[in-house]
């Protein structure tokens, strides 16, 4: 898939879900996040990383600032890279009179294609002349994936996939049911069809088989045939311009193209397709699940199973699930319309 495509996605997602970001980098929420104007650091063109102004609690709250950058697979001399990052944006944070500390931060998305980073640079030069700069290189693959769940952390559940899972296809189906189960509050269904297009194309780096991507994310309840990002994924390379209208699009916002397929599919959705989706996702947490507890869920309206998807996605386990389940509404007796007589 094209390094564009990625770094689009990646520009999103730290433009979207950059307080969850913070507060997994931070280990701790913070109580603002501002990004920095691109154009405040002039060094090579970067697409994905940004530089965020944060103040984080704590008995002295002052202002710090993060550079987060996300890598595919990494670039040589990626040590010098980042500390002529950092001097230029240290130099530019000092210039607008805020002098404050700068930690840097480098995200990397695919093991595969992964090249060593040291996370630093130590040499000695001699005649006095040393350097020792350090920053964090954070390799998903060696990541817990519980540090990405939460049910406030829809934008760090893109990424769920790429973490050290035992299985990313279940990785997958549960990012998507907690996605489409976040508070309205916290995502509103665009936000969501942003994330869920983040997750299938971040989900290409670890399952090879597109159509299983396809099956496990689009099908049935996302719309698929309004998706961009599913037609990227198939149709790429079968129209050069078709393509690069494709990169571009994502990189004015994912949402004008996957918005409308997964609104439309959230809102015409089967009762079937509702059911099976609450399904998959308690069995990839708890395993096989009881024929009762289907039939319990069946026979609801669309704002009953959205509830359900929702506390299947984060519910601590099967029993805790159950015991949420509301009882089933009553059905409504017809009412006999009396004949008149002519």
């Known amino acids: 898939m094209a390094r564009r495509s990625f770094d689009a996605a990646a520009k999103f997602l730290l433009d979207r879900a950059s307080p969850e970001l913070i507060a997994w980098l931070a280990g701790k929420r913070p109580i603002s996040v501002r990004p920095i104007r691109a154009d405040l650091v002039d060094v090579d063109v970067r697409r994905a990383d940004r530089i965020f102004e944060v103040v984080l609690p704590g008995r002295r709250r002052r202002r710090q600032y ?3 950058e996300v890598q595919t697979a990494g670039q040589e001399a990626m040590d010098l890279r980042m500390l002529r990052y950092w001097a230029k944006a240290k130099e530019a944070i000092r210039k607008r009179g805020k002098a404050a500390p700068l930690s840097s931060f480098v995200l990397y998305l695919d093991r595969k294609q992964y090249r060593d980073d040291p996370g630093g640079l130590w040499t000695d030069e001699g005649h006095g002349t040393t350097c020792a700069f350090t920053y964090r290189a954070v390799k998903l693959w060696e990541v817990d994936p519980e540090e990405l769940k939460g049910p406030g952390n829809p934008g760090l559940r893109t990424l769920l996939p790429l973490a050290g899972c035992a299985d990313p296809v279940e990785a997958v189906i549960e990012s998507r049911a907690a996605i489409l189960g976040t ?3 916290i995502a509103p269904a665009k936000l969501k069809a942003d994330l869920c297009g983040i997750l299938a194309l971040f989900a290409g780096i670890v399952i090879p088989d597109k159509d299983r991507i396809r099956r496990l994310v689009w099908e049935d309840t996302m719309g698929i045939e309004k998706s961009c990002i599913y037609r ?3 149709e790429k390379g079968r ?9 571009k699009g994502i990189e004015k916002g994912i949402e004008k193209g996957i918005e409308k397929g997964i ?3 959230i809102e015409k959705g089967t009762e079937e397709t509702s059911v099976r989706s609450i399904l998959e996702v308690l069995e990839s947490r708890f395993g096989k699940i009881d024929p009762g507890i289907e039939g319990r869920i069946r026979g609801r309206d669309r704002e009953g ?3 359900l998807l929702r506390k299947a996605a984060i519910a601590p386990s099967l029993a805790a699930f159950t015991r949420e389940i509301p009882p089933a509404p009553r059905a409504r007796k017809a009412r006999a319309v009396p004949s008149r007589g002519r």
């Open 232 to 234: 990227y994924i198939h």
């Open 183 to 185: 508070s309205e509050r």
């Open 66 to 68: 993060f550079h987060v």
């Open 263 to 265: 609104e439309k599919g």
């Open 305 to 307: 199973l959205k509830a």
């Open 239 to 247: 129209r050069k311009g078709y393509q690069k209208g494709i990169e």
